[in-house]
């Protein structure tokens, strides 16, 4: 695969839906394998035109899915669907230009035309240089490389695509219970090879509690992302296994009134004392046994481009002198506290540290999908936290989270995006990097934000698998699906 721009072509060799004799000796998929996730499973998560800046998404996009260039086992950026198989690259243009989900303004915006000259060839014609084409195409920043069938997509329509998915992925759907469920079965004729996991079965557990139990009872043999105290519990049964990530994922709070000079979050003092009022090392014990280290920029640490700074010190105190100078002596009544789902002992003991401090919160519950949604709309007021652990580097949180543009950005400064604009077009990667660095500073120096921690996820892996996979795949929380093993 070449990679050019500025009027010289991009090749991409691309190769979908053809259905492939295995490989001879290939053994046969056996057996089956349950996973429960922290969150309900949305159907829209089949549809990647319309994946959220999360993770998240991607543990069921990539078992049903493939892309023409995405992370694999010991690749940041494997080419996949762009290496050695056949068929018609329509598929490709027609899911690029279909794809309106995180940064999709920032990808057409910057692509002038995507050709397809010849059966084997997709072109990428850039406006100008952009060295993160391919961050942003090729990896989880964004779902714009996974290819879809375009006949089938615009047969059955959006809303049956989602309820019955077709893809070029290693699992094929079988069937789906909203809000239970998703049963998927191996695809014998993957590229890669044949996954080793016959029957796939996807299950929504949002309480970590009950996906504990259910992993202990033998219902399943995965329970993707636990809480603190059930971590612990794992982590003291030799019978099974606790296995931390290194995704990019990270925790912070949004002040998403700052730019309002009518509102109490325009005053620097408090947002000020947000940052000093949390305990993060506290939490991080609490909700992560200590593996998610503390934070002091939402950019997080593995990404690159990353600034690597200290967090903002715990000092209650001094918290509630800000308070008092900026004219709440007896504390603050900031409201409703939104916490992104899934992560109750973060949410919990933010709030905690926040009501101790004079900075008087009481917790707003939503479903997973109705706080993204209010979240993307600028419906969540006062302060929320947050999360996001999609890959990329800094240049791609910046695009989505801070820069005024970002279509999950409340507000901006001119400054930022002039810097966001210049390191957009800088081939030399020590300019480029001092001025992402400069970005991150900025939101520091104004108090955009208050990071909270790094996200490492805690997962309970069962006595029946042998090989998990998960941390196998770069800047992913998930199993490579094909690449799991049960036991003999």
Same mark, same amino acid.
């Given at each position: 695969?070449?990679?050019?721009?500025?009027?010289?072509?991009?090749?991409?060799?691309?190769?979908?839906?053809?259905?492939?004799?295995?490989?001879? !000796?290939?053994?046969?998929?056996?057996?089956?394998?349950?996973?429960?996730?922290?969150?309900?499973?949305?159907?829209?998560?089949?549809?990647?035109?319309?994946?959220?800046?999360?993770?998240?998404?991607?543990?069921?996009?990539?078992?049903?899915?493939?892309?023409?260039?995405?992370?694999?086992?010991?690749?940041? /950026?494997?080419?996949?669907?762009?290496?050695?198989?056949?068929?018609?690259?329509?598929?490709?243009?027609?899911?690029?230009?279909?794809?309106?989900?995180?940064?999709?303004?920032?990808?057409?915006?910057?692509?002038?035309?995507?050709? =397809?000259?010849?059966?084997? *060839?997709?072109?990428?014609?850039?406006?100008?240089?952009?060295?993160?084409? #391919?961050?942003?195409?090729?990896?989880?920043?964004?779902?714009?490389?996974?290819?879809?069938?375009?006949?089938? *997509?615009?047969?059955?329509?959006?809303?049956?695509?989602?309820?019955?998915?077709?893809?070029?992925?290693?699992?094929?759907?079988?069937?789906?219970?909203?809000?239970?469920?998703?049963?998927?079965?191996?695809?014998?004729?993957?590229?890669?090879?044949?996954?080793?996991?016959?029957?796939?079965?996807?299950?929504?557990?949002?309480?970590? @509690? =009950?996906?504990?139990?259910?992993?202990?009872?033998?219902?399943?043999?995965?329970?993707?992302?636990?809480?603190?105290?059930?971590?612990?519990?794992?982590?003291?049964?030799?019978?099974? &296994?606790?296995?931390?990530?290194?995704?990019?994922?990270?925790?912070?709070?949004?002040?998403?009134?700052?730019?309002?000079?009518?509102?109490?979050?325009?005053?620097?003092?408090?947002?000020?004392?947000?940052?000093?009022?949390?305990?993060?090392?506290?939490?991080?014990?609490?909700?992560?046994?200590?593996?998610?280290?503390?934070?002091?920029?939402?950019?997080?640490?593995? /990404?690159?481009?990353?600034?690597?700074?200290?967090?903002?010190?715990?000092?209650?105190?001094?918290?509630?002198?800000?308070?008092?100078?900026?004219?709440?002596?007896? !504390?603050?009544?900031?409201?409703?506290?939104?916490?992104?789902?899934?992560?109750?002992?973060?949410?919990?003991?933010?709030?905690?540290?926040?009501?101790?401090?004079?900075?008087?919160?009481?917790?707003?519950?939503?479903?997973?999908?109705?706080?993204?949604?209010?979240?993307?709309?600028?419906?969540?007021?006062?302060?929320?936290?947050?999360?996001?652990?999609?890959?990329?580097?800094?240049?791609?949180?910046?695009?989505?989270?801070?820069?005024?543009?970002?279509?999950?950005?409340?507000?901006?400064?001119?400054?930022?995006?002039?810097?966001?604009?210049?390191?957009?077009?800088?081939?030399?990667?020590? &300019?480029?990097?001092?001025?992402?660095?400069?970005?991150?500073?900025?939101?520091?120096?104004?108090?955009?934000?208050?990071?909270? /921690?790094?996200?490492? @996820?805690?997962?309970?892996?069962?006595?029946?698998?042998?090989?998990?996979?998960?941390?196998?795949?770069?800047?992913?929380?998930?199993?490579?699906?094909?690449? #799991?093993?049960?036991?003999?």
């Amino acid at each position: 695969m070449r990679h050019c721009v500025t009027g010289v072509a991009s090749l991409l060799l691309v190769a979908l839906f053809v259905l492939p004799t295995p490989p001879a !000796g290939a053994q046969a998929p056996t057996s089956e394998v349950a996973v429960s996730f922290h969150v309900t499973i949305a159907p829209a998560w089949f549809d990647p035109s319309t994946a959220p800046p999360q993770i998240t998404p991607f543990g069921v996009l990539y078992a049903v899915h493939d892309a023409l260039v995405r992370p694999l086992p010991g690749q940041k /950026m494997g080419p996949s669907l762009a290496e050695s198989w056949k068929e018609s690259p329509d598929d490709v243009k027609f899911s690029f230009e279909r794809y309106n989900g995180a940064s999709a303004k920032e990808l057409k915006a910057r692509v002038k035309t995507i050709e =397809t000259p010849d059966p084997l *060839t997709v072109r990428f014609r850039l406006l100008e240089p952009w060295p993160d084409f #391919m961050t942003f195409y090729g990896t989880t920043a964004t779902a714009a490389g996974i290819v879809l069938p375009r006949k089938y *997509t615009e047969h059955v329509g959006p809303e049956e695509f989602r309820a019955k998915p077709v893809g070029a992925g290693p699992y094929k759907f079988v069937s789906q219970r909203p809000g239970i469920d998703v049963t998927l079965e191996a695809f014998t004729g993957y590229w890669r090879h044949a996954p080793y996991v016959k029957k796939l079965t996807l299950k929504s557990v949002p309480d970590s @509690t =009950t996906r504990l139990t259910m992993l202990k009872s033998g219902q399943t043999d995965y329970a993707l992302f636990l809480d603190g105290p059930e971590g612990e519990a794992v982590k003291k049964d030799p019978r099974y &296994k606790l296995v931390d990530t290194r995704h990019a994922s990270i925790f912070w709070i949004e002040f998403p009134d700052q730019w309002d000079p009518k509102s109490p979050w325009h005053d620097k003092r408090l947002r000020q004392a947000v940052n000093l009022a949390l305990d993060r090392q506290r939490i991080n014990e609490a909700a992560c046994l200590g593996f998610c280290p503390p934070a002091g920029v939402i950019v997080p640490r593995v /990404m690159d481009f990353a600034l690597q700074v200290e967090p903002a010190p715990y000092d209650p105190a001094k918290a509630r002198k800000l308070l008092a100078e900026a004219g709440y002596p007896k !504390g603050f009544d900031a409201g409703e506290f939104a916490a992104i789902p899934g992560f109750p002992t973060v949410a919990e003991a933010v709030m905690n540290d926040l009501n101790a401090a004079g900075i008087r919160v009481r917790l707003r519950s939503m479903e997973r999908a109705a706080f993204y949604a209010s979240w993307q709309e600028k419906k969540l007021r006062g302060l929320f936290m947050t999360a996001a652990g999609n890959s990329g580097n800094a240049a791609s949180r910046v695009e989505t989270f801070i820069q005024s543009k970002g279509g999950y950005a409340n507000g901006g400064y001119p400054d930022i995006d002039e810097l966001f604009r210049q390191q957009a077009t800088e081939r030399d990667t020590a &300019k480029r990097e001092a001025l992402l660095h400069k970005i991150q500073q900025l939101t520091i120096d104004r108090v955009m934000f208050a990071p909270v /921690m790094d996200l490492r @996820t805690l997962n309970g892996i069962g006595p029946r698998i042998a090989k998990h996979t998960i941390t196998d795949v770069w800047m992913s929380p998930f199993p490579s699906y094909e690449d #799991m093993e049960l036991k003999p």
